[in-house]
């Protein structure tokens, strides 16, 4: 009797082995073409109409031949989701179809990586709109934040998503730029912790987490977008870089880099920053992933290369492992450069290895992997619905209250405005209708979405005006919206901004503004509707924060929401009414003046006017501010000891109670000041902030830690922090309202253990 023998698996199939011999035994046997393979993705829909990335349209290949590709097996698939209105089942089943064709069609059967973009939850039709990243930071709530990030892996990962393209972890300064939106905030312990909570969260789900944009794409001169960054070494080191030195530490597996130059090199070209700093220094050891077309961009804005093959070269041996969206230059491009000995070939091995441990890692190589289609899809079930609803209603701002909220009940609202019939008023610009349905009218949002009109219709006898578009509008809307207010006792006009892209909008990527005044007519329709004498409530839905110093004594109220998602009407509803109470503080500051600059040393102190410039940076609104219908009592604020030594703890100590007969909330902030280094080192810095809830009668004891080296920072110049010697740590409700200043001593040698040492066990996955 004679028996066949067993073939034995590849040893790159075998998920018990090591991981870097079952990489490099692929890697011996594939081809030049065969490896270039998995350092691009492919965009399959990339002409569906509609520019989802700057200069789309110059990059559609009609000649593109997807049966021709997957010979040599594909690196990425891009947006199968996102690019698109594709019902959910039929584009799993879709997608799954497509790996078994990459996978049957090549020699080794790898299957590609699919991203997708999830800034807002992930961007495909049906499923569910999570409030703006600059409303996470207005929660102040990391965990919160960290649960979000983990059920939209969860839906990725149940679709057959691998990466997120998020979050954004630029810090915002310049807020004229159109994408503060998409920031967190202006502050970079916020930035920090609150992006660090979502990779967690998106990485705990299995997703590979996408860090952009490193670096310095906020800091582009005068908030124009991809313009050259106007930032030194030390302001990179200590404001840009520290939430990636976070968000690395929290398990993020991939990073994606900046369109912008800084001092005239790009970050696509930059070596010394994507190999040397985020490499060698903080130890990365992911993919990098290329913003889309940033690499051709080398080429064809910046034109620091002669050619797609020059730019291939250039980023190749810069750092960047995978060229997305498409294969504009690591395809025949970079293959041409190889074998003609213009590129060295150990730069390629070096990206591929990178990609294929992440694949290895995402179970992309076993023998028994196979797609996975799911039977059911609910892409917005109640439980996601449920949880925006918490982001939501923790990220709604109250700036200013003279007593008219809550909103009497029974009242008569008079709700006028450009946003406040408006779905979209609710949306960012990386939202899948403002993103992608726009450019298909006829395709409904696919979820839910009130407006504000409908959810105070609920509870009010309203009456309602338009009175100006966004931009534009005329003498007659306006009067009409004043006509409006007749009959009402008050009135609540929803202004601000209609997200898009490249213009399409007043905020968002490519919608940068030259000024912080509200866009088109609504300053004067709002100053027509305070005309009338009637109450003015202002609710501001917008993606970045807009000068109201002229009105704001005039107004009885001010709400402001960062595009709150598809259950933000209901939860501002329910802060207008006083069914909740306002609970968001603001993670970026609101100009006075026309101002868009940040409080430094030649901001005044309060009360006082800076004699030494005509533009007086003192915010109106400071960056940590917000109201309550029924604010915390603060019992007591203490540290333990006056000591603070450089290599232990610092522990602050605050003692709140709630006397009032409904929930309330806190966000207890803690910065840090050296008054010695005022000067050269103007800002306070935010080393701790943390949310409390107090139900009527409570009171909450908060023990916050502080260790030293949260005043040191990691960056290419090196790091920078307070002497030993006397600081104060000022402890209060934002940066300008505090409760009390505690002074300590720091004693000890200086040591250099890192931004990281305190807070990553917080986020470890």
Known sequence: ?????????????????????????????????????????????????????????????????????????????????????????????????TQRQIVSSSRFGIPAVVHEECLTGLA?????????????????????????????????????VHQGLAPVLDVARDLRW????????????????????????????????TLKHFVGYSASRAGRNLAPVSAGPREIADVLLPPFELALRAGARSVMNAYTDTDGVPSAADASLLTDLLRDT?????????????????????????????????????????ELPTMDCYGEPL???VEGGAVDAAAVDRALERVLRQKCELGLLDADWAPEVPEEIDLDDADSRTLAREVAEKSIVLLHNDGTLPLSPGARVAVVGPRADAAGAMLGCYSFPLHVGVHHPDVPFGVSVPTVLEALRSSYDVSYALGCPVTGGDDAGIAEAVATCADASVCVAVLGDRAGLFGGGTSGEGCDAPDLRLPG??????????????????????????????????????????????????????????????????????????TSQPSTYLAAPLGRRSEVSTVDPTPL???????????????????????????????????LRNDHERETSEVVQVYLHDPVAEVARPERQLIAARRVTLAPGATEVLDIGLHAD???????????????????????????????????????????????RVLAPEFSR
């Open 621 to 655: 609104f400071p960056f940590g501010h917000g109201l309550s219908y029924a604010p915390a009592t603060w019992l007591d604020v203490s540290a333990t000891g006056s000591v603070w030594p450089t290599d232990g703890v610092c522990r602050v100590r605050v003692t």
């Open 335 to 337: 293959l041409a450069a």
């Open 282 to 322: 903080y130890g990365f050891d992911g993919t990098v992933v290329a913003d889309y077309f940033s690499v051709a961009f080398l080429h064809r804005l910046h034109g620091v290369a002669a050619d797609r093959a020059d730019a291939a070269g250039q980023a190749l041996t810069a750092g960047i492992d995978v």
């Open 521 to 594: 007519r609504q300053e004067e329709l709002l100053d027509a509707l305070l005309d009338t004498g009637k109450p003015v409530v202002v609710v501001l839905l917008s993606g970045r924060p807009y000068e109201l110093s002229r009105q704001l004594p005039r107004l009885a109220a001010v709400v402001a929401g960062f595009y709150p998602g598809e259950e933000g009407a209901s939860a501002l509803a329910d802060v207008l009414s006083g069914r909740i109470d306002p609970a968001g503080r603001l993670p970026v500051s609101f100009p006075a003046a026309g």
């Open 1 to 97: 009797m004679t028996t066949q023998p067993t073939t034995a698996p590849e040893p790159w199939r075998d998920p018990t082995a090591d991981p870097g011999e079952r990489v490099r035994a692929l890697m011996a046997r594939m081809t030049l073409r065969e490896k270039l393979a998995q350092l691009y993705g492919v965009w399959v829909g990339i002409d569906s109409g509609g520019e989802m990335a700057p200069h789309q349209h110059e990059f559609v290949d009609a000649a593109l031949d997807f049966d021709d590709l997957v010979r040599h097996g594909i690196g990425q698939l891009t947006r199968v989701f996102g690019t698109r209105p594709v019902d959910p089942v039929i584009g799993a089943h879709s997608l799954a179809r």
């Open 178 to 209: 159109g994408r503060v939106e998409e920031t967190i905030g202006e502050d970079p312990y916020l930035v920090g912790t609150i992006g660090s909570a979502y990779v967690a969260g998106l990485e705990s789900a299995g997703i590979v987490a």
């Open 124 to 160: 495909a039709w049906q499923a569910t709109i999570y409030p703006a990243p600059l409303s996470w930071g207005a929660t102040f709530d990391p965990d919160l934040i960290r649960r979000m990030g983990e059920r939209i892996g969860l839906t990725m990962r149940g679709l057959g």
């Open 710 to 756: 949260l005043t040191s920072y990691t960056g290419r110049a090196g790091r920078r922090q307070v002497d030993p010697g006397d600081v104060e740590l000022r402890v209060g409700t934002s940066s300008e309202q505090i409760v009390a200043t505690l002074h300590c001593t720091l004693t000890g040698p200086r040591r250099h253990v890192g931004f990281d």
